[in-house]
């Protein structure tokens, strides 16, 4: 069962390209993971919750297992592997066009004691005269081989029959995240190894090659003040100019999806390297969509910590970051652990900032006070007056000022600011529109 959801769990397993992406988009109903014909590109293990017969089960995609891999291709088996020691059910995904391999066979061996049900799905049987049962995989011995095809649909209607007589009897429902959280950022900044340190454990795969993370991986963390947050670490948002491989595109679209569905983002900066102009521009998307966010600078232990060249950087951050200065600033290391334990409450409280809501009353004492203090520049001789203000909206925070007249971008900005000197809107933006008043 998952300690994050209560659910029963189920892990989809097998050697790399035999479908395995295309049988669990085909269970959820809809494209979730990254399916190309290209062997390995899910890599780490992604987890959704799936439903058939009013039956609700976590269900895991794994990257291939490779037994005796070396490098990165033994880090995506050892994910596999955890994935089937979280399991409840294992259903080992094999490729009918070949017959059983020899790392099928391996595989195999070692899922004969496992004290779980194991469900060999044979795939890529996609001519329906094809359908009855390969008998060559009984040389698994992993019981009746289950004849599917991923692509055309034939025969999975069965095998979650079959999946869900094996499911462990009831399991206490999920409880939703009190808040959704995206790590983005460029590729190989580390956002990774900061998901891992915030959950304790090797959850996504850590690798010096850039681009390892591909699919946006959703994880449940407590927060300090005990809220359960979705984080969803994603893959390195690249310039799209540099995106030549399908698969990165798509990742790429992704990871810009996540940020529509999110509450706040953590932009997590390599600060060894500076601020460049394309996390500028990952800063930008966030401020565009309106997501709470907190600037993680990581790394921080290659870095200076005195003397003019830390004076030098900080000026370089705050300048690079002005039109992003509402956003906390946190110096991390995802490699020794400092600063990550302050993450996750800047972020609640980021978190909590783009859901507040001011009352109407207190958002108009607020702007005739800045009124008064600095009144707005007259326009074409005559003196522009904002009549009535309310906070419209929140996540983020809306503010629509009725006024007599246009009002000038710089006095907006002035109004936002006094806004945040009284309130506590620190982590997120606020978004400021006017209305003319008719004069009927």
């Given at each position: 069962?998952?300690?994050?959801?209560?659910?029963?769990?189920v892990?989809?397993?097998?050697?790399?390209?035999?479908?395995?992406?295309?049988?669990?988009?085909?269970?959820?109903?809809?494209?979730?993971?990254?399916?190309?014909e290209?062997?390995?590109?899910?890599?780490?293990?992604?987890?959704?919750?799936?439903?058939?017969?009013?039956?609700?089960?976590?269900?895991?995609?794994?990257?291939g297992?490779?037994?005796?891999?070396?490098?990165?291709?033994?880090?995506?088996?050892?994910?596999?592997?955890?994935?089937?020691?979280?399991?409840?059910?294992?259903?080992?995904?094999?490729?009918?066009?070949?017959?059983?391999?020899?790392?099928?066979?391996?595989v195999?061996?070692?899922?004969?004691?496992?004290?779980?049900?194991?469900?060999?799905?044979?795939?890529?049987?996609?001519?329906?005269?094809?359908?009855?049962?390969?008998?060559?995989?009984?040389?698994?011995?992993?019981?009746?081989?289950?004849?599917?095809?991923?692509?055309?649909?034939?025969g999975?209607?069965?095998l979650?029959?079959?999946?869900?007589?094996?499911?462990?009897?009831?399991?206490?429902?999920?409880?939703?995240?009190?808040?959704?959280?995206?790590?983005?950022g460029?590729?190989?900044?580390?956002?990774?190894s900061?998901?891992?340190?915030?959950?304790?454990?090797?959850?996504?795969?850590?690798?010096?090659?850039?681009?390892?993370?591909?699919?946006?991986?959703?994880?449940?963390?407590?927060?300090p003040?005990?809220?359960?947050?979705?984080?969803?670490?994603?893959?390195?948002?690249?310039?799209?100019?540099q995106?030549?491989?399908?698969?990165?595109?798509?990742?790429?679209?992704?990871?810009?999806?996540?940020l529509?569905?999110v509450?706040?983002?953590?932009?997590?900066?390599?600060?060894?390297?500076?601020?460049?102009?394309?996390?500028?521009?990952?800063?930008?998307?966030?401020?565009?969509?309106?997501?709470?966010?907190?600037?993680?600078?990581?790394?921080?232990?290659?870095?200076?910590t005195?003397?003019?060249d830390?004076?030098?950087?900080?000026?370089?951050?705050?300048?690079?970051?002005?039109?992003?200065?509402?956003?906390?600033?946190?110096?991390?290391?995802?490699?020794?652990?400092?600063?990550?334990?302050?993450?996750?409450?800047?972020?609640?409280?980021?978190?909590?900032?783009?859901?507040?809501?001011?009352?109407?009353?207190?958002?108009?004492?607020l702007?005739?006070?800045?009124?008064?203090?600095?009144?707005?520049?007259?326009?074409g001789?005559?003196?522009?007056?904002?009549?009535?203000?309310?906070?419209v909206?929140?996540?983020?925070?809306?503010?629509?000022l009725?006024?007599?007249?246009?009002?000038?971008?710089?006095?907006?900005?002035?109004?936002?600011?006094?806004?945040?000197?009284?309130?506590?809107?620190?982590?997120?933006?606020?978004?400021m529109?006017?209305?003319?008043?008719?004069?009927?």
């Amino acid at each position: 069962m998952s300690a994050a959801t209560g659910l029963p769990v189920v892990a989809v397993v097998g050697r790399p390209n035999v479908g395995k992406s295309s049988l669990v988009n085909r269970i959820l109903g809809r494209r979730e993971a990254i399916v190309q014909e290209t062997p390995g590109v899910t890599r780490d293990r992604r987890s959704f919750e799936a439903h058939w017969q009013e039956r609700a089960f976590e269900l895991i995609d794994t990257g291939g297992l490779e037994p005796g891999a070396t490098g990165i291709d033994a880090r995506i088996t050892e994910q596999a592997h955890v994935a089937m020691a979280l399991a409840d059910v294992i259903v080992l995904v094999v490729d009918g066009t070949t017959g059983p391999t020899q790392a099928d066979l391996e595989v195999a061996s070692d899922l004969r004691g496992a004290p779980i049900p194991v469900i060999v799905v044979v795939n890529k049987i996609d001519n329906p005269g094809d359908i009855s049962t390969p008998t060559e995989f009984y040389s698994l011995g992993l019981g009746d081989p289950h004849a599917i095809s991923a692509l055309h649909g034939t025969g999975t209607g069965d095998l979650l029959d079959r999946i869900a007589q094996a499911l462990p009897q009831h399991r206490e429902p999920s409880s939703s995240a009190w808040a959704s959280i995206a790590l983005v950022g460029r590729p190989n900044v580390g956002k990774s190894s900061v998901l891992n340190r915030l959950l304790g454990e090797q959850r996504s795969i850590v690798d010096a090659t850039p681009g390892t993370t591909r699919d946006p991986i959703d994880s449940f963390v407590e927060a300090p003040t005990g809220q359960r947050l979705r984080i969803v670490d994603t893959a390195g948002m690249r310039r799209e100019v540099q995106v030549k491989d399908p698969i990165e595109y798509f990742s790429l679209l992704r990871s810009r999806g996540t940020l529509e569905r999110v509450d706040a983002a953590i932009l997590v900066v390599d600060a060894a390297e500076g601020m460049t102009t394309h996390d500028q521009r990952i800063a930008s998307e966030i401020l565009e969509k309106g997501r709470a966010c907190v600037v993680a600078l990581n790394k921080w232990d290659l870095v200076v910590t005195q003397g003019p060249d830390r004076d030098r950087l900080d000026r370089d951050f705050d300048q690079a970051l002005g039109f992003l200065e509402w956003a906390p600033l946190l110096r991390i290391s995802a490699l020794t652990g400092r600063g990550i334990e302050k993450l996750l409450g800047l972020t609640t409280q980021a978190v909590d900032s783009h859901r507040r809501r001011l009352p109407t009353a207190e958002v108009n004492r607020l702007v005739r006070d800045a009124q008064q203090q600095r009144p707005h520049p007259r326009h074409g001789g005559r003196a522009i007056r904002i009549l009535y203000a309310a906070q419209v909206a929140v996540s983020p925070p809306t503010m629509v000022l009725f006024c007599n007249g246009p009002l000038e971008v710089g006095y907006m900005r002035y109004l936002e600011k006094r806004l945040r000197q009284s309130e506590a809107f620190e982590g997120t933006p606020i978004r400021m529109h006017y209305r003319v008043r008719s004069r009927d």
